[in-house]
């Protein structure tokens, strides 16, 4: 299984960015899928999680509200819809991939099987 992120760039506070993780190999509708991010300095942190029946979303109190977490089993992709961005946001997003993960585990890094590379996202104030 590859991961493979795009869509992060520079953009002004309040913008928005859609991010985009394609997955190649089979059984994508299998996994949940994460997505991390780490800034400058600091430790990798959760943004947000999709089941991998779709149904249930899981959000970092941070960015509830402004992030918006989707998948197209269709497309092997999951997606990160991002608005209202703030300089805070300022990160390498990483997309991850776990085979039938459990919902007590989901935001946790280390429950993840695949990770993508990242993408960088920067958000000027």
């Known amino acids: 299984v590859q991961l493979q992120a795009c869509g992060g760039g520079l953009v002004q506070a309040g913008g928005s960015l859609r991010l985009s993780c394609a997955v190649s190999?089979?059984?994508?509708?299998?996994?949940?899928m994460g997505w991390f991010r780490r800034a400058p300095g600091k430790e990798r942190e959760f943004v947000t999680a999709i089941r991998w029946s779709g149904g249930s979303t899981y959000y970092a109190d941070s960015v509830k509200g402004r992030f918006t977490v989707s998948r197209d089993s269709a497309k092997n992709t999951v997606y990160l819809q991002m608005n209202s961005l703030k300089p805070e946001d300022t990160a390498v997003y990483s997309c991850?991939?776990?085979?039938?993960?459990?919902?007590?585990?989901?935001?946790?890094?280390?429950?993840?099987?695949?990770w993508g590379q990242g993408t960088l996202v920067t958000v000027s104030s």
């Open positions: 991850a991939a776990a085979l039938r993960g459990i919902v007590s585990t989901i935001r946790i890094s280390s429950t993840y099987d695949y």
């Open positions: 190999g089979r059984s994508f509708s299998r996994y949940d």
